[in-house]
T-cell receptor
Framework: GIQVEQSPPDLILQEGANSTLRCNFS?????LQWFHQNPWGQLINLFY???GTKQNGRLSATTVATERYSLLYISSSQTTDSGVYFC????????????FGPGTRLSVLP | DAGVIQSPRHEVTEMGQEVTLRCKPI?????LFWYRQTMMRGLELLIY????????DSGMPEDRFSAKMPNASFSTLKIQPSEPRDSAVYFC??????????????FGSGTRLTVV
């Protein structure tokens, strides 16, 4: 099946800093989502972004499907951004089966 | 909408007992997914339904696990008999159809299962 890698595995930032999280996938994908799991365990959908660029406040995401990667940008980070960021991809069978990457654990220090 | 609702939030049970986890998806969503999260394996898809019909259950670990969706507003995941290695957080998620303008997963809060 499709393989998903995320980097870096861990990231520590000072409040106010910017960061870029990367998701690489091994095969062509039809769809891609980014999620944030907060320290209380809740999974929040950030973006559905099979291609192109989207922005929502301080967060933006870009997917280049032909090159098999997606990037999540966090600007002016806040302590509430802490948690784990997951990339999930859906492969070519249109089965709506999203495979999750291992995540990037972000810690934003005050 | 209240979002995806899971119950119970926490479950502690003894090995060998039956466990039933419950999920109410968002009204109007066509798809329902059950995921399991562990430190070792991350988030794994167990099974998903489309319009109440199971489509892919290849992630269900073994025959001790079963899932049903008797109607559009309710699904259960049952483990019988439970084992300590089943301890994990179980998430339910729902989504509209792919062409929907608000397509994407919405997750419930999860059920933390501990089997002792």
């Amino acid at each position: 099946g499709i393989q998903v890698e995320q980097s870096p595995p861990d990231l520590i930032l000072q409040e106010g800093a910017n960061s870029t999280l990367r998701c690489n996938f091994s095969d062509s994908v039809n769809n891609l989502q980014w999620f944030h799991q907060n320290p209380w365990g809740q999974l929040i959908n950030l973006f559905y972004i099979p291609s192109g660029t989207k922005q929502n406040g301080r967060l933006s995401a870009t997917t280049v499907a032909t090159e098999r990667y997606s990037l999540l940008y966090i600007s002016s980070s806040q302590t509430t951004d802490s948690g784990v960021y997951f990339c999930a991809v859906e492969g070519g069978n249109y089965g709506q089966n999203f495979v999750f990457g291992p995540g990037t654990r972000l810690s934003v220090l005050p | 909408d209240a979002g995806v609702i899971q119950s119970p939030r926490h479950e502690v049970t003894e090995m060998g007992q039956e466990v039933t986890l419950r999920c109410k998806p968002i009204s109007g969503h066509d798809y329902l997914f059950w995921y399991r999260q562990t430190m070792m394996r991350g988030l794994e898809l167990l099974i998903y339904f489309n319009n109440n019909v199971p489509i892919d259950d290849s992630g269900m670990p073994e025959d001790r696990f079963s899932a049903k969706m008797p109607n559009a507003s309710f699904s259960t995941l049952k483990i019988q008999p439970s084992e300590p290695r089943d301890s994990a957080v179980y998430f339910c998620a729902s989504s509209p159809y792919r062409g929907s303008p608000n397509y994407g997963y919405t997750f419930g809060s999860g059920t933390r299962l501990t089997v002792v």
